[in-house]
């Protein structure tokens, strides 16, 4: 019986097979499972397994350095050993490379060694039949649950020509639920992050979208208009994910996005949210625990192969409203004569000052809305930075502090940028997790929001 | 229709042997149905800034898949290692997956029946397969493009992108189906940006070819033989982007539209085509893509639009992005009718919908569904969605002939629409002026935002055959966990009545 090669020996064999200068061997390992229920049934469930291999070579000329990155599944020598000759072609193929700079030095991290980490079905033991019950409770009650969770561990290995041979473990789950009348006349949704499920109890969830589901036995027309609205952290979470994506500094400084400054260069230094607001990333923030390094298979505007094994260092985005950094690559960096910030995989905005839960703020309203899920958000102008999109799962009229009733959707149309500057609470940074990104970018943690004139472009008959 | 034939270097994998194993061991544990997917998916990726090489990848997706019903549950698993053992392997996971899901599964998995199709092969039109052109070759087109732009002193910035995709699977099930399949895809996308320092403004003009179902000749080839006029296009561009740069701020207000096919296809994509999807209007997707208006109690008497509406589902279409022969329960593919003279009669279905609703298509599967990767499992979805052009229609000036005051909308840009696909809104790549029946400049700041029953009533006129164009999308996204589909739109130019116009610079509180 054969036994299939680790990590770590295919990117050993490979960095030995390679007939290019330099070569960069990144493996990624996945194991992953999930459940996904619609109508209180189970409908599409999995686990799959997965091994990534990249190899990146780099072929050194008198005018500069080439670049032949090729990535696929592969799991053994043979298929390892193609991707290094594709990878070794394509480079003394490809042209200089702009971004062309120094590889990244290292020596073998202490648990380099170490096998790639793993999920299973297993994951579900404690929350499956829990589920169950939750679909139980929701049938008898006359509700309709809708909802997914899903578990992933992900294991890279990055070794290099130049001695890098760095490990990480990145768990990451999320779960969600909807949750309807069988009237279907109204919804409401929670979700969370996890990186283990030891914490997510379905049962709760479903009693806590009971309670919510209760705020609508009262219907309220509105109008489309500017309300006082109450953002909960998941709907914060949704436009700070966007504002980081559109912070890369290359488009900044070549005038094409709101952090350009008019004729020329970026708005780094300037005041640009209200004072007390911290936009940050750190990969050991608590809860949010990220990769620390670059690893990447293809350079852009905000990345770089000759990154690979870069630090990612702790940044501000945004301190005390001044914006103080932006997306770059060594190569971008150097262009537009910033830092050297590469992409993290957490985000964490911070308002002096702010206290308090969602529940807190909504006390404080006197007439104002509660949007408790943002949806389908898309950039319509670059240079306001103007982004549309729709209220879901419920928006509650607050009254006196209390929520008195369901409104209908609405569509919006704001700026994260403007927001920044116009909201008059904050509560306590919290843990995250966004509606519509989260399945992609988990590792949030921000506050509640309450924002006085937020611009409801129009009414959504969704329900 | 054939291309150039199945790679062979897909036929020789060992998919049919670990198909054998996997099916056989799920038959010895007792599932009711199972079924095997081997795919090899190749992607390259080229992206050029401002004449350089911003970066260039290849790579691969490969690996397998096997779903089970077992229990009255489903269960799927899928693996990269090609052996033997892992093939057995995964089908045990598979059914411990649907052991798993059985105890919460109130609703016992039934598929509609499907003939079978014991050995049969599919391979889309095309004539080069990009993945064997030279990349060299390929990164000076990208190069000359941006060189070409940046020539005109109003673009500042040029960019250029281009996907390739060649998609290999094969489908094996218990019944006794094998099918072999290959096609081919891309995308390219090139960008100009400007600036205009005097009024501190920025914009862009990008290219409106739409991604197809084409091979290397789209790029290179003569515009009657399949390849886009690339020549035109960025010839005019820069003007175009001038011209925007220096255009008057839309007045907020109610206004006629004419749609170009460039920009109408999105929104086809997003109010009808996801609208019609049988597992939306279901409930399936309701905690993430969301439902449906167009609830299944409405099919025959939902008034979707105006009575010159005739919508098609599609998966047969040449160089459609959602073409193929059989989809991913090896369901031959169809062509069926979505809207009749305004009213909606038929959905998207996949084998279970087919099961579940016996007096839509006669009980069977339209055959879409569809997996982006070996890890993901099929789910329903999107067939080229199309508007059907008026045989007799008039061209597109004659639909700007009868406008008296309204705009001209080409090219698509941002897009958004509520999770029962209700509310929705859209900007564009150019919006012109239309004055009593002309042409009047491009305006600036424009989004049109409607409902979607309001806006297809509001459709007057559809044009005639020679105004269609096939539009479509890479990257249309759906289910949990998140699989990417390419989808095709076909549509001819089409006038609305009275749509709401927005100012997108008043609606930043400008």
């Not at chain 1, 192969?305 to 150097?334: E, M, Q």
Request: include cysteine.
């Amino acid at each position: 019986m054969t036994t299939s090669p680790t990590p770590q020996e295919l990117v050993e064999r490979a960095l030995a097979a390679s007939r290019s200068d330099d070569a960069v061997v990144i493996v990624r390992t996945t194991s992953s499972a999930n459940l996904r229920w619609a109508n209180n049934t189970l409908t599409t469930n999995g686990e799959m397994s997965g091994v990534q291999v990249s190899v990146l070579a780099f072929d050194r000329r008198a005018d500069g350095v080439a670049v032949g990155s090729v990535t696929s599944a592969a799991s053994d020598l043979a298929q390892v050993l193609a991707l290094v000759e594709l990878a070794d072609t394509a480079a003394r193929a490809a042209d200089v490379a702009d971004d062309a700079a120094d590889l990244v030095d290292g020596v073998a991290a202490p648990d380099w060694a170490e096998p790639p980490a793993r999920t299973s079905i297993g994951v579900y033991d404690a929350v499956a039949p829990a589920l169950g019950t939750a679909f139980g409770t929701a049938g008898g009650g006359g509700r309709v649950l809708y909802g997914f969770v899903d578990h992933e561990v992900a294991t890279v290995y990055v070794g290099s020509t130049t001695g890098l041979r760095l490990r990480h473990v990145q768990p990451t789950g999320h779960w969600a639920c909807t949750a309807k009348p069988t009237s279907l006349d109204q919804s409401a949704w929670v979700g969370g992050a996890t990186r283990d499920f030891a914490d997510v109890d379905p049962v709760a969830f479903e009693a806590e979208l009971t309670r919510r589901l209760g705020w609508g036995s009262r219907r309220v027309d509105l109008p489309a208009g500017r309300y006082d609205t109450v953002l909960p952290p998941t709907s914060t979470a949704d436009l700070m994910i966007y504002l980081l994506w559109i912070s890369g500094a290359l488009d900044a400084h070549d005038g094409q996005s709101v952090w350009s400054r008019p004729g020329g260069g970026t708005r780094v230094g300037e005041q640009v949210a209200a004072p007390g607001v911290r936009l940050h990333s750190a990969p050991a923030y608590p809860g949010l625990e990220a990769v620390p390094f670059v690893h990447t298979t293809a350079s852009s505007e905000t990345s770089s192969v000759f990154d690979n094994g870069l630090p990612i260092v702790p940044t501000d985005w945004i301190r005390d409203g001044v914006l103080t950094s932006l997306l770059t690559s060594r190569h971008s960096a150097r262009v537009t004569d910033l830092p050297v910030n590469p992409a993290p995989d957490n985000l964490v905005l911070d308002v002096a000052g702010g206290a308090g839960t969602t529940e807190d703020l909504v006390a404080g309203t006197e007439r104002g809305l509660l949007v408790t899920s943002l949806w389908y958000i898309r950039v319509v102008d670059p240079q306001s930075m103007l982004l549309t999109g729709l209220t879901r799962d419920g928006v509650y009229l607050v009254e006196g502090g209390e929520i008195t009733g369901l409104v209908t959707n609405f569509r919006f149309n704001e700026s994260p940028v403007e927001l920044l500057n116009r909201f008059s609470h904050a509560g306590a940074t919290e843990l995250s997790f966004s509606r519509e990104w989260g399945d992609y970018f988990s590792r949030t943690a921000t506050p509640a929001l309450r924002i006085p004139d937020f611009n409801m472009s129009s009414v959504s008959q969704a329900q | 229709m054939s291309g150039l034939g199945i790679d062979a270097s897909f036929l020789d994998l060992p998919f049919r042997h670990l198909a054998d194993v996997a099916l056989g061991r799920a038959a010895d544990l007792g599932v009711t149905h199972a079924d095997f997917r081997f795919e090899r998916v190749r992607y390259q990726d080229l992206h050029v800034r401002d004449g350089s090489l911003l970066g260039t990848q290849d790579s691969s997706d490969v690996g397998f898949a096997v779903r089970v019903v077992h229990g009255g549950a489903w269960g799927f698993a899928s693996g990269v290692v090609l052996t033997e053992d892992e093939a057995r392997h995964v089908a045990e996971r598979a059914v411990e997956v649907a052991r798993v899901a059985a105890a919460m599964t109130t609703v016992p998995v039934e598929l509609a029946d499907e003939p079978v199709y014991p050995d049969v092969s599919w391979t889309s039109p095309y004539e080069i397969d990009p993945l064997e052109v030279p990349v060299a070759e390929k990164v000076a087109l990208l190069v000359d493009f941006t060189e070409r732009l940046r020539a005109h002193d109003v673009v500042g910035h040029a960019t250029a992108g281009l996907r390739q995709v060649r998609e290999n699977k094969f489908y094996a099930d218990l019944a006794g189906t094998r099918t072999t399949q290959q096609r081919v895809r891309l995308m390219p996308e090139v960008t100009a940006m400007g600036a205009d320092a005097e009024r501190g403004i920025f914009d862009s003009m990008t290219s409106i070819a739409p991604p197809v179902g084409r091979g290397w000749e789209y790029l290179v080839g003569r515009p009657d033989a399949g390849g886009w006029d690339w020549d035109a296009e960025l010839a005019e561009m820069p003007d175009l982007l001038a011209e925007k740069l220096r255009a008057p701020s839309v007045e907020a207000g109610t206004y006629d539209l004419v749609i170009h096919p460039s920009n109408l296809w999105l929104t086809i994509h997003e109010s009808i085509g996801h609208a019609t999807e049988l597992d939306r209007a279901l409930g399936y997707e309701a905690n993430y893509a969301g439902t449906s208006f167009a609830t299944y109690d409405q099919l025959g008497s939902l008034r979707y639009g105006s009575p010159v509406m005739n919508v098609t589902g599609d998966r047969t279409a040449p160089h459609g992005l959602a073409s193929i022969g059989w989809d991913d329960e090896g369901v031959a593919t169809q062509s069926w009718d979505i809207v009749k003279d305004g009213v909606l009669v038929g959905y998207q279905l996949d084998r279970v919908m087919g099961r579940q609703k016996l007096e839509l298509n006669d009980g069977r599967s339209n055959g879409c569904a569809y997996a982006d990767s070996p890890g993901h499992i099929p789910i329903q979805r999107m067939a080229n969605v199309s508007l059907q052009p008026d045989p007799d229609g008039p061209s597109t000036e004659g639909l700007i002939e009868r406008v008296e005051r309204g705009i001209y909308v080409v090219g698509d840009k941002s897009w958004s629409i509520d999770m029962q696909r209700y509310n929705f809104q859209f900007t564009g790549q150019r919006f012109y002026k239309i004055e009593d029946g002309r042409l009047a400049g491009q305006l600036r700041d424009v989004a049109y935002q409607a409902t979607t029953t309001d806006f297809w009533g509001s459709m007057e006129a559809v044009g005639g055959p020679e105004t269609y164009v096939l539009g479509g999308a890479f990257n249309c996204g759906k289910a949990q966990p998140g699989q990417v589909a390419s989808v095709s739109h076909g549509c001819p130019t089409a006038l609305f009545r009275g749509v709401r116009i927005l100012n997108t610079g008043e609606e930043a509180g400008k």
